[in-house]
């Protein structure tokens, strides 16, 4: 592995001396076109493969929109000529064997060479041809893909090449961009990418509950499931030092086997939370090891040796991303390791922050060099949000490099519509090829393509954006709100900046609807901002409200304008959701729309003092139970304005006095997706001295708890003629979250809001 690594370094290097200028103006090169004509033609086999003939249908499809030649297809059957394009080895290549240099093109690498007035292109055993097509369109006619609907192709009449003798091989066998336009098939083939868990994989990481699905044997053997707090109730990790289950997993490995016999990866790993089993037989496992890894691999193990001619790929995440001490993984076990927990605000290498993450890293690469890397480049609280991640793309991915990762997983955003998706998609593509080459140089050709005029302010925010996370130094980490850096890079100053500079952005490209239209897209983070500082402020300068003639609160019509417009953009734009897998945009609307029309209603408990001896999560607004009669209406974004309780909640009202009530409505949300349930039921109380309470109501709900999509209700007391000052709520937890639940066992939260009376 190391020495195929250094290789690949060798070829790139080398690529960077064939292309310096010098080389360029070479004299001795060939005229693929002369004065709008060519004397070319494509050769393949008389019996060309799949990649062959794709080949050559993309080298015939752009040189006839470069120059409106068709450029004829024909097989090697055919008389050699002087001009020819020779893809892929095939009987025209006999004449040229002595001058083709003896080099590995592996899978995906390729050569491209001149000889005499021929051009020839060959590639690896997979998809190296197509790679070397696309190269030559990039590198030698300044073609340019930037995402899967913008291609650039420069019209030309003449067509003179240098010398060349071109060889790469990229530095990572496997390379997975997860953002939208890189699953495009044509810009995944134009990049050489690729679906890791469509073409390479199966199962997927996280496939104990399908492997030992719990409907099927948890009734019967629920020996088989992680101990957690002393019972066996988390129906998705798994006991690994149960012997039994290896005899399981296998009949069910086999099983899946035989409907996908070419698939060679198979995943066996922990699911997605971290109960993981505390038997004494796995704690004894994984306090020898210093690490849950222990268990993992002594269970993995064993069934990478039922399978040999396979690779059995495991997790190392979370609990499981330390080395252990003395186990190893089996020569056919590869290591998925997740850098999740680390800063992004820094390069890995150096940063304190990801001090752990470089640790374990490197001592992986001493035990094993089956590693692939799952890397997160995306804010996954905040899709469309200001994310200065970009100058930690190439440090990161070369430290990947370096330390014998042979495949590569990108997560963005596959949803659409991510901050800067499209730059990041194209820049990490063209980083998992090749990390060290002149990224800025890329970065600036893409800027300028792709926003015309405006490229130049785009640039200066990106710098200035990453200038000021550098300077306020905050850890930058993809599940942290956006709002946690207002005091940071996304301060009223800086953000005045930001505004200043794509006003510029959108005068210098206004003439233009495509740039224009981009230039708004690459805004829309900063637009989100905005409204969501907006909503914080309230009716404070610069919030959603202002005050009417008689002193309501009524909501600002400029802010209600900036909402629509930047609902609008996104979905024209084609953003899916706004965080990780929820609030789609047309739920952003309603949610907030619905939040602020029912904001400016009045109420009797509005800055009514709380009384509480269970504390709120300070997490979300602080735990400042000022919060739940401020006015204020949260919206299905339960990161603010909302009280998270992982207890029972029991709160009392002080209306300051006596008061006539007909009506008492706490607030609750629903997301089961983030642990937040609904109250199993409502209490409400009142009393007139605060320490005598009588029961007045009881209220459920009819919610299925599987129902997927946030939902906020009202739990209603209504009266006749009632009387009270003290108001007490009290609301039954759940406890953990459901059996079917992705983590089963783990404790549900109730997240209140308003409690409103009438």
């Known amino acids: 592995m190391k020495v195929k690594k250094v290789y690949s370094l060798i070829s790139t290097v080398l690529l960077i001396y064939l292309l310096s200028p010098a080389v360029a103006l070479c004299e001795t090169g060939i ?14 086999s008389e019996n060309p493969t799949d990649i062959e003939k794709r080949a050559a249908e993309v080298f015939q499809k752009y040189f006839k929109e470069i120059s409106e030649v068709i450029l004829p297809i024909i097989s090697d059957k055919q008389r050699q000529e002087k001009y020819e394009i020779i893809l892929g080895h095939n009987k025209h290549l006999e004449a040229y064997k002595d001058d083709i240099p003896n080099v590995d093109l592996e899978s995906a690498g390729f050569l491209i ?48 090449l240098p010398e060349i003798q071109n060889f790469q091989v990229p530095v990572f066998k496997y390379r997975d961009v997860h953002y939208k336009d890189a699953y495009e098939p044509e810009y995944a083939e134009w990049h050489g990418l690729e679906y890791i868990f469509q073409t390479r994989m199966a199962l997927g990481v996280h496939s104990f509950d399908r492997l030992v699905p719990p409907e099927e044997w948890f009734d019967t053997h629920p020996e088989y499931y992680s101990l957690v707090d002393g019972k066996r109730m988390n129906k998705s990790q798994l006991c690994l030092s149960n012997e039994e289950l290896v005899d399981v997993v296998e009949a069910s490995l086999r099983k899946e086997m035989r409907l996908k016999p070419h698939i060679n990866n198979w995943g066996v790993g922990q699911n997605d939370n971290d109960r993981y089993c505390q038997c004494a037989s796995c704690k004894a496992i994984d306090e020898r090891e210093g690490s849950q890894s222990g268990t993992v691999l002594h269970f993995v193990n064993q069934i990478a040796n039922r399978f040999p001619d396979k690779t059995i790929v495991t997790l190392a995440y979370h609990y499981s991303r330390k080395t252990p001490k003395y186990i190893k993984p089996a020569e056919n076990v590869n290591i998925f390791l997740c850098s999740i927990e680390c800063n992004r605000g820094r390069p890995i290498r150096g940063d304190s922050l990801s001090k752990g993450f470089m640790e374990d890293l490197q001592n992986w690469g001493k035990v094993t060099d089956n590693i692939w890397v799952w890397d997160y480049v995306v804010h996954f609280n905040g899709y469309v949000s200001p994310y200065p991640n970009l100058r930690t793309l190439q440090p990161n991915i070369q430290l990947f490099a370096e330390n014998n990762a042979e495949a590569m997983f990108q997560q963005g955003d596959n949803y659409g519509g991510g901050e800067f998706s499209e730059l990041k998609a194209y820049l990490i593509a063209k980083l998992l090829w090749n990390p060290f080459q002149d990224i800025d140089s890329i970065r600036d050709d893409f800027l300028t393509g792709y926003y015309g005029e405006a490229g130049i302010f785009i640039e200066q925010y990106i710098d200035i954006l990453h200038d000021a996370s550098e300077y306020y130094g905050k850890k930058l980490h993809h599940h942290i709100d956006p709002l946690n850096h207002t005091d940071g890079y996304l301060s009223p100053v800086m953000l005045n900046i930001y505004k200043r500079i794509f006003d510029r952005a959108e005068e210098a490209v206004e003439n233009d609807s495509a740039y224009l239209k981009r230039v708004k897209i690459a805004r829309l983070p900063l637009e989100y901002i905005n409204l969501e500082i907006a909503k914080r402020l309230g009716r404070e300068e610069g919030g959603f409200f202002e005050k009417d003639s008689v002193g309501n609160s009524i909501p600002r019509t400029e802010m209600l304008e900036k909402l629509d417009s930047f609902v609008n953009i996104c979905q024209e734009s084609g953003v899916t959701y706004l965080k990780e897998r929820a609030v789609s945009p047309d739920e952003y609307l309603e949610s907030n729309r619905r939040s602020v029309e029912q904001s400016a209603q009045l109420h009797k408990a509005i800055g009514c003092q709380i009384q509480s001896e269970i504390g709120a999560n300070p997490d979300y607004s602080g735990g400042n139970t000022g919060i739940l009669t401020d006015g204020f209406r949260g919206s299905t974004d339960w990161t603010y304005a909302w009280l998270g309780y992982g207890d029972d909640i029991e709160l009392v009202l002080d209306l300051g006095e006596t008061k006539d009530i007909e009506l008492v409505q706490p607030e609750f949300i629903f997301d089961q997706r983030r642990w937040i349930f609904f109250p199993e039921y409502v209490v409400c109380s009142v009393s007139e001295d605060g320490e005598h309470f009588v029961e007045v109501g009881r209220a459920n709900h009819d919610v299925p708890l599987m129902q997927r999509e946030p939902l906020i209700k009202t739990f209603d007391f209504e009266f006749e003629n009632l009387k009270t000052r003290y108001i007490k709520i009290y609301a039954k937890n759940i406890g953990v979250n459901p059996a079917w639940h992705r983590f089963s066992g783990g404790n549900a939260s109730i997240f209140i809001d308003e409690i409103i009376v009438k």
């Open 31 to 44: 005229s693929l076109l002369k004065d709008g004509g060519s004397k070319y033609r494509i050769v393949i």
């Open 113 to 160: 060479i001149t000889k005499g007035k021929s051009l020839l292109i060959l590639g690896g055993r997979e998809n190296g041809l197509l790679n070397g097509v696309y190269s030559f369109l990039e590198q030698y006619l300044n073609c340019r893909m930037y995402t899967s609907s913008t291609v650039v192709i420069p019209k030309r009449r003449s067509i003179l």
